[in-house]
């Protein structure tokens, strides 16, 4: 029997996971797949908008994954604490495949980013997806005008969520304090602001389109920002999703829309060439982001004017891009934000670490989309079994879970994680609403043990 410890229960860890068992080539594999929350599914459950039912809607296709009977989720076991290093995890298991994303956020580098008021997208997104990391994370929602740098999916979805009716998150998983803060929200103004025109702008046209739909809000684009983007008058070389953006953009700047939302109660105001210099305070506080104005550089990228504008911010939000976190006794190209490796297989000073294995950003940095892990997945796992002769001949701890006990650790395992989903289930039922997720680590590990 090969076991295999897979750190990491988002799309990559369990498309890891199917890959093993669902192989022909080395029969008998079992694989438990690990996470330092008591809850699967990583970035599905946590990075994906409330309101994206139909994305979350992935957690099926992984749950059948996590329910098979070779698989065993391993939760509330976090790599790196109580003793439980790289080294440890390979005497219990013959392999281990880290799939463990690429959690940090890029900075701005430039003064007044830690300004109160300023944050990373990422934060705000956890908080409203009730991250138990997030507990006590608090955003000013009572300024008139919020600023999100970044013109990405994650600045949309941030977006989308400040211009939004809390009375349309209420159906939503939502947790209660996130929906209690958005009901109150006095943000009228949301500025997404990217660096270069919309023709390089890395939203996807459907995400950008659900702003256009929201209920009481207007999407203005500003004529003169499209004006100095060279592929707004010849879209034609631009790939098909660029193409259909700038379509939808063009239409936002001439204005049009209905009556409704021409008298809607906030605006999205989408700028162009507008790149951040300085996030300015008062009293502590942020109170405007300073911007030079770009212009195309002929080569793809953009250049500065020497001309500056500002925007009244009470929160600003970057939305610039993710890198991989180092993890203590694995090797890591700090350049790139990723574990050094040849096709999976974990590289130590140039050579193949034995039984050491990466998938997914952590792997090949943050790119792509869900689907993108599916492949890159199976490239490690073939890495992974054409090693498995070797591998499998190194002796292991029988019983690894008992062991990861014994270094002190409280794995949840599936039944446990069934439990929390029934306890959110019956928070949601006392507060008039659906299901409602759980916000804090005691709430999670006390939903844990209750279970059979």
């Known amino acids: ?163 939004r009716g809390a009375d349309e998150l209420r159906a939503t998983d939502v947790p209660q304090g996130a929906l209690t803060a958005l009901a109150a929200s006095r943000v009228r103004e949301v500025h997404m602001v990217g660096r270069r025109g919309p023709g390089q702008a890395k939203f996807t046209t459907k995400e950008l389109r659900e702003l256009g739909g929201l209920e009481g809000a207007r999407v203005e684009v500003e004529p003169a920002d499209l004006a100095l983007d060279p592929s707004f008058a010849d879209p034609a070389a631009l790939p098909a999703v660029n193409r259909r953006n700038l379509e939808v953009v063009r239409g936002w700047a001439t204005g049009a829309g209905d009556a409704v939302a021409q008298e809607a109660a906030r605006r999205i105001r989408l700028r162009f060439f507008l790149r951040p210099v300085e996030l300015l305070g008062e009293d502590g506080r942020v109170a405007a982001v300073r911007f030079e104005r770009t212009e195309p550089d002929g080569a793809g990228g953009v250049r500065g004017t020497g001309r500056y504008e500002e925007i009244e911010a009470q929160l600003v939000l970057r939305a610039v891009g993710y890198k991989g976190i180092a993890l203590s006794g694995l090797p890591f190209d700090e350049a790139r934000g990723v574990v050094p490796n040849e096709a999976g297989r974990v590289l130590r000073d140039g050579v193949p670490s034995a039984g050491e294995y990466v998938a997914g950003w952590i792997k090949r940095g943050p790119t792509g989309v869900i689907g993108t892990n599916r492949p890159c997945a199976k490239e490690t796992v073939t890495s992974l079994l054409a090693d498995a002769a070797e591998l499998s001949a190194r002796p292991v701890t029988a019983d690894p879970v008992g062991a990861l006990r014994d270094l002190g650790h409280e794995p949840v395992a599936w039944p446990g994680w069934l439990s929390i989903e029934r306890a959110e289930s019956a928070l949601g039922v006392s507060l008039g609403r659906g299901r409602v997720k759980i916000p804090d680590w005691a709430g999670l590990r006390a939903a844990a043990r209750e279970g059979p």
């Open 1 to 163: 029997m090969l076991r295999v410890a897979v750190v990491g229960s988002g799309p990559s860890g369990v498309y890891t996971a199917q890959s093993l068992v669902q192989q022909s080539v080395v029969p008998g594999v079992r694989v438990d797949v690990l996470d330092r929350l008591p809850c699967p599914y990583g970035l599905v459950r946590y990075g994906v908008a409330p309101d994206h039912e139909k994305i979350k809607s992935l957690q099926q296709n992984l749950r059948v994954v996590l329910e098979d009977e070779r698989v065993g989720f391993v939760g509330n076991v976090e790599v790196g604490a109580r003793g439980l290093t790289p080294a440890r995890l390979l005497e219990l298991y013959h392999a281990v495949v880290y799939c463990v994303g690429a959690a940090r956020d890029r900075r701005l580098g430039v003064p007044g980013e830690d300004l109160a008021g300023s944050h990373s997208a990422t934060e705000f997104v956890s908080w409203y997806s009730a991250h138990p990391d997030a507990v006590g994370h608090g955003f000013p929602l009572d300024g008139r005008s919020a600023v999100v740098i970044g013109v990405g999916n994650v600045a949309v979805d941030v977006t989308r969520i400040l211009a």
